[in-house]
């Protein structure tokens, strides 16, 4: 069983940075992808990165050039870094580890972008 902490989030500008971890424990996370998930209120929860176990990154057009996923396998972790950030991106981020499909997820942290 895989759990899944995130952290980093909070309140900052638009065009402003933040940097989201997601610390995996229970099991080695190398060989699962690993997703970030948002939910803004009143709306779908959405993927918007994803990195698989071979390192191939896939993004949500929205966030495309803005947001890079990354993983260090030593540390068992998983990064979201979000730069340019703007209002539509407030949201609740979720990170995800999925493999053979079983997915798990975190709690979420909260993200707030003001203009």
């Known amino acids: 069983q895989v759990q899944v902490v995130e952290s980093g989030g909070g309140s900052v500008q638009s065009g402003g940075s933040l940097r989201l971890s997601c610390a995996a424990s229970?099991?080695?996370?190398?060989?699962?992808?690993m997703n970030w998930y948002r939910q803004a209120p009143g709306k779908e929860r959405e993927v918007v990165a994803t990195?698989?176990?071979?390192?191939?990154?896939h993004y949500v057009e929205s966030v495309e050039g803005r947001f890079t996923i990354s993983r260090d396998n030593a540390k068992n972790t998983v990064y979201l870094q979000m730069n340019n950030l703007e209002p539509e991106d407030t949201a609740v981020y979720y990170c995800?580890?999925?493999?053979?499909?079983?997915?798990?997820w975190g709690q979420g942290t909260q993200v707030t972008v003001s203009s």
């Open positions: 990195i698989m176990h071979d390192d191939r990154t």
């Open positions: 995800n580890a999925g493999r053979n499909n079983f997915y798990y």
């Open positions: 229970g099991s080695s996370v190398v060989s699962y992808g």
